[in-house]
C-alpha cells in the first residue's frame, strides 16, 4: 500500500483571499486567523498543531453558521484526523464537507473536498467508491481551469493511485506521466509538489520490476522534499519506505532494514505508535526480517502490523492479508503447513474480494500458496493453484516478470515431482531463456521471501 498526504488542503488555501473580501470577513477575523494558522502548521508537518487550530476554527465556524466556513473547517479538520488515522471519522467530516459545497456555488472547494474523500477510500482499498469521485472531480476541474492548471496534476495523481491499487500499472503510468508533464511545466524543478507524482511512478515502475527507473524517480523525489521539507518531515519519511521497498525487492535487505526502522521511529515520534502507516511499514520490515530468517524479530513485526491493521481498516482489507501471508511464512518455516494454508486462503479472500481476482497481489498469495502445497507434498493441490497463478501473473504483470519467472521454476519444480519430466524440462528452459533475454535481469522478490524450492536433479 502506498501512504501519500491527502493533496487537497494547500488547494483551498487561495479562497482564504476570498474570505477576507467577503462583507462576513470582517466579523468572522478569528475564524481566518485560526484557519491561516493550522494551513501554516500543516505545511510545516506539525499536524497535531495544526488539528488543534482547525478544532477551533470549526467552532467559530458553526457558532457563525456560515455553511462556507463550516465547509472549509469540517475539509481541513478531516485532513488533519486522515493523517492521524481516524479514517472513521475523517470519512464522516469529509462526506459532510461534501454536502454542503454541492449546494453552494464553489466548484473548487467541491473538488478539493471529492478528491480528500477519493484518498481516503483509495487507502481503505474502497476503489469501486474512490474512482467515480476523482473522476468527478477532474471533470470539475478541467471544465474550471483547463488540463495544464497544477489542480488537474494533484487529481492525477489520486486517480494514478487509484489505478495502482486496481492493479492497472499501465492506466496508471500514463495518468501519472500526464500530471508529471503538467506539474514540471508550470512548477520549478524543486517544487515539493512534484514528489508527489515522482514517488507514484516510482512505484509502477518497481511493481513491475522496472528498478532503475524506480529508484531514479525515488531519488528524485526524496531530494526534493528534504531540501523542501527537511529530513525529518513525514512527507521525506514517506518517500524513504519507498526507497527501502525497491531495496528489498532488489534483495539489498540490509538497506532496507535500515531505511525501514529508522522511518518507523520518525513516524512514531509524529502520529504515535498505531498509525496505519506504522502497520503498512510493520509488515515491510517483517518481510526484511523474514529473507533473513529472523523469524522471530519478523513475528514480533507481523502481529503488531497486523492488530494496527485490524483496528484503522477492518479484518478484510489488503493490509490485513498482507499481514497473514507474512505469518504463513513462518509457519511453513515451522513445517505447520496445515495453519500456513489456513492463514494464506483467508489472505486470499481478502485481496480477492478487495482486489479483484485477477490482481497481482491475488497472483503473489496464490504462488505462495502452491509452493505450501508443495513443500506439504500435496503436488495434485498444488498444480490447479500453480496454473492459476501462472494466468493472473502473467496478464497482471507479464510473463518476463521477475516473479512469474520465478513461479513458473517453482511449477516446473513441481511437475519433476510429478514425474512429468519431459514437461518440467521444457519449462526450464523457457525460464532459462525469460532470465537471459530479461532487459533489466533484476533480482526481484515478493513481499515474502520463501519460495525458492529445492530443484531436484536432472
Known amino acids: 500500500m502506498r501512504w501519500k498526504t491527502v493533496g487537497f488542503l494547500g ?112 487507502e481503505e482499498a474502497r476503489y469501486d467508491k474512490a474512482e467515480p469521485l476523482i473522476r468527478r472531480a477532474l471533470e470539475i476541474q478541467m471544465k474550471i481551469s483547463g488540463p495544464g492548471d497544477t489542480r488537474v496534476a494533484s487529481i492525477l495523481d489520486t486517480l494514478g493511485d487509484i489505478q495502482i491499487g486496481l492493479g492497472h500499472y499501465a492506466d496508471a503510468e500514463s495518468t ?33 520490476a522496472r528498478f532503475r527507473e524506480a529508484e531514479e524517480f525515488y531519488q528524485r523525489a526524496i531530494s526534493i522534499r528534504e531540501t523542501a521539507l527537511g529530513g525529518q518531515h513525514p512527507d521525506t519519511a514517506r518517500a524513504l519506505n519507498q526507497l527501502a521497498r525497491l531495496y528489498f525487492l532488489e534483495r539489498q535487505y540490509g538497506k532496507a532494514e535500515q531505511l525501514w526502522t529508522r522511518e518507523i521511529h520518525a513516524l512514531e515520534a509524529v502520529s504515535g505508535p498505531e498509525h496505519p502507516e506504522i502497520g503498512a511499514m510493520s509488515n515491510n520490515l517483517a518481510a526484511a526480517y523474514l529473507s533473513e530468517s529472523r523469524f522471530s524479530e519478523a513475528e514480533t513485526q507481523i502481529r503488531r502490523a497486523l492488530g494496527i491493521c485490524e483496528k484503522s481498516f477492518g479484518p478484510e482489507h489488503p493490509c490485513v492479508a498482507a499481514s497473514l501471508t507474512h505469518l504463513a511464512a513462518i509457519q511453513r518455516e515451522q513445517h505447520r503447513y496445515g495453519e500456513a494454508v489456513s492463514l494464506l486462503q483467508r489472505a486470499l479472500s481478502i485481496d480477492e474480494k478487495a482486489l479483484g481476482l485477477e490482481h497481482s497481489e491475488v497472483f503473489k498469495i496464490l504462488s505462495n ?31 518476463a516478470h521477475p516473479d512469474v519467472i520465478t513461479t513458473l521454476a517453482d511449477y516446473a519444480a513441481l511437475l519433476r515431482k510429478l ?25 526481484a522478490t515478493l513481499e515474502v521471501d520463501w519460495r525458492d524450492l529445492r530443484r531436484p536433479a536432472n
Open 369 to 399: 500458496l502452491g509452493t505450501t502445497y508443495y513443500f506439504d507434498g500435496r503436488y495434485q493441490d498444488a498444480e490447479p493453484v500453480f496454473l492459476r497463478a501462472l494466468k493472473i501473473g502473467e496478464l497482471s504483470l507479464g510473463p
Open 176 to 208: 501519472l506521466r500526464k500530471a508529471l508533464d503538467g506539474r514540471e511545466k508550470a512548477l520549478s524543478p524543486t517544487d515539493p509538489r512534484l514528489a508527489e507524482t515522482l514517488i507514484g511512478l516510482g512505484s509502477v515502475c518497481s511493481t513491475l
Open 11 to 122: 488547494l483551498l488555501c487561495s479562497l482564504l483571499q476570498s474570505f477576507a473580501q467577503s462583507p462576513a470577513a470582517a466579523q468572522t477575523a478569528t475564524w481566518e486567523q485560526f484557519t491561516a494558522s493550522g494551513t501554516e502548521l500543516h505545511a510545516k508537518g506539525q499536524y497535531a498543531e495544526a488539528e488543534s487550530a482547525f478544532r477551533q476554527a470549526l467552532e467559530k465556524a458553526e457558532a457563525s453558521a456560515d455553511p462556507r466556513q463550516i465547509a472549509r473547517s469540517l475539509n481541513d479538520l478531516a485532513v488533519e484526523i486522515h493523517l492521524r488515522g481516524d479514517l472513521a471519522h475523517a470519512d464522516e467530516m469529509f462526506r459532510r464537507a461534501v454536502a454542503i459545497w454541492e449546494t453552494l456555488p464553489e466548484p473548487p472547494s467541491l473538488v478539493a473536498s471529492l478528491g480528500n474523500l477519493a484518498s481516503l477510500y483509495t
Open 419 to 443: 514425474n512429468r519430466k519431459k514437461e518440467a524440462r521444457k519449462l526450464e528452459a523457457r525460464v532459462r531463456d525469460l532470465r537471459a533475454t530479461s532487459a533489466r535481469d533484476n533480482p
